[in-house]
């Protein structure tokens, strides 16, 4: 019999509210956290708009000495990863040998420390030689942020860095939840980082003519999943980290649990490398695969946590596959809410993201809304809880991701009563 899996540890740095109790009350509030880009000059370029996590202080993370060496997705990842610790009543440094033998840390990030190697090359073709990294290197390498947290918190179990684009977290969870039902491991720190605001990469997404360049103006009404008029995501940052444990084992230390991890699903269209077949087929057989090995059926599904990310194709095709995988019916009747209105596309993230919303909706009884949402668009016709947020029992979730590369991942959680 598979053990089970719960969380009992979380942890937020996001745009719309740093720490669990203000990423909390920014997501029931509908408060977006979406401002014109500050982390660089982009009053030359059309897209000047970002989910930054404002008022962070990255020296409160890593010392100044060593901020050089180390990407900004670093001290997002480990102020995450410290409240989930924290709020699951673990001090790594006090856990005997053999429990950090059996904690291991999977993460899951899209970018990693690309930002980190933009500035590296930038530094190269000035022929600024002195001011780069001797850590470039090792640090642009993408499973090194697992091991600056393993290294931190003295954690041996298994660390390793999942990088699927935007399903890299949910995946990462995924991975997770195998280790520790196999009984590999007893404890992941699992979850996602990114930071992916650089001028190199914005310049990158402008040429996909995937961003948004209608709201330069109005900021907070740039991510609009579902509307109209939407016509393309906003790049974000930012990181959410969780605890996630075997069930006894929490039991045994009376642990408080979250919620518990029943299932997952992947699967891939092997179709392109950007565009989604407008079937939906494959994303709705993901969600049909987390949702058997939770042993749930359709009508027990309470809330969907969208990837919505305002993009034309992914809207129209995620609603398309939520009516396949849950019926037509029923999927009109279950609220779903998409993050991204909020906090914008924060990359192979956004999977952690979304459990984040989905663990606040549980705890909380309320289900956070979808803003910017004036206008749905005929061809997006469910429930996405529009503008204000709607009080409802959420005993099981599904949270959805769907990624670049034709790749589809989704979760069940399952409320602890």
């Given amino acids: 019999m598979k053990r089970r899996v719960v969380i009992t540890g979380m942890g937020a740095v996001s745009p719309n509210g740093v720490g669990n109790a203000a990423f909390s009350q920014g997501a029931l509030a509908g408060r977006s956290g979406v401002r014109r880009i500050s982390h660089f000059d982009a009053a030359e370029i059309p897209v000047q708009i970002a989910g930054e996590v404002r008022g962070f202080d990255e020296l409160a993370w890593v010392e100044k000495r060593e901020r050089k060496h180390v990407s900004r ?41 690309q930002e980190f190697t933009e500035e590296q090359y ?7 030689y002195k001011s780069m990294s001797l850590f470039c290197v090792p640090t642009g ?9 393993s290294v931190r918190f003295g954690l041996r179990g298994a660390s390793h860095v999942i990088t699927t684009g935007c399903t890299s977290s949910t995946d990462a969870f995924g991975y997770s939840l195998r280790q520790i039902q196999s009984g590999r491991l007893d404890m992941v720190l699992s979850g996602g980082a990114d930071a992916p605001i650089a001028l190199g990469i914005v310049k990158g997404f402008i040429l996909m003519k995937i961003l948004t360049d209608s709201w330069n103006v109005s900021p907070e009404r740039g991510s609009r999943p579902f509307s109209v008029d939407r016509d393309g995501f906003v790049l974000a940052e930012g990181a959410w980290m969780f605890v996630l444990e075997e069930y006894e084992h929490a039991r045994a230390r009376g642990a408080n649990m979250l919620a518990e991890v029943r299932g997952y699903g992947s699967t891939c269209e092997a179709f392109h490398r950007v565009r989604l077949q407008e079937c939906g087929e494959e994303p709705a057989r993901a969600i049909g695969l987390a949702m058997k090995e939770a042993g749930i059926g359709p009508a027990d599904v309470h809330y969907v946590n969208l990837h919505g990310t305002s993009t034309q194709l992914n809207d ?10 849950l019926g037509d019916e029923r999927a009109r009747q279950v609220p779903m809410s998409a993050l991204k209105s909020q906090i914008g596309h924060p ?44 009080q409802k029992d959420v005993e099981h979730a599904v949270c959805n991701c769907i990624a670049f590369g034709s790749k589809n991942s989704a979760l069940v959680l399952r409320k602890i009563a």
């Fill in 73 to 113: 997705v670093l001290p997002l990842a480990l102020a995450a990863a410290t409240e989930a610790l924290q709020t699951a009543g673990f001090d790594p440094s006090s856990l005997p040998l053999e429990e950090k033998r059996r904690f291991g840390v999977i993460l899951g990030s899209g970018g990693g420390s």
């Fill in 122 to 128: 930038r530094l190269f073709f000035h022929q600024q």
């Fill in 141 to 149: 390498v993408m499973g090194t942020l697992s091991s600056e947290l």
């Fill in 316 to 325: 129209r095709i995620e609603t398309r596959a939520l009516k396949l995988a």
């Fill in 347 to 390: 990359q192979g993230a956004c999977g952690a993201a979304g459990v984040a919303a989905t663990i606040v909706a549980m705890q909380s009884g309320q289900i956070p809304p979808t803003i910017n949402l004036e206008n749905p668009d005929p061809e997006c016709d469910l429930d996405y809880v529009p503008e204000v947020g709607r």
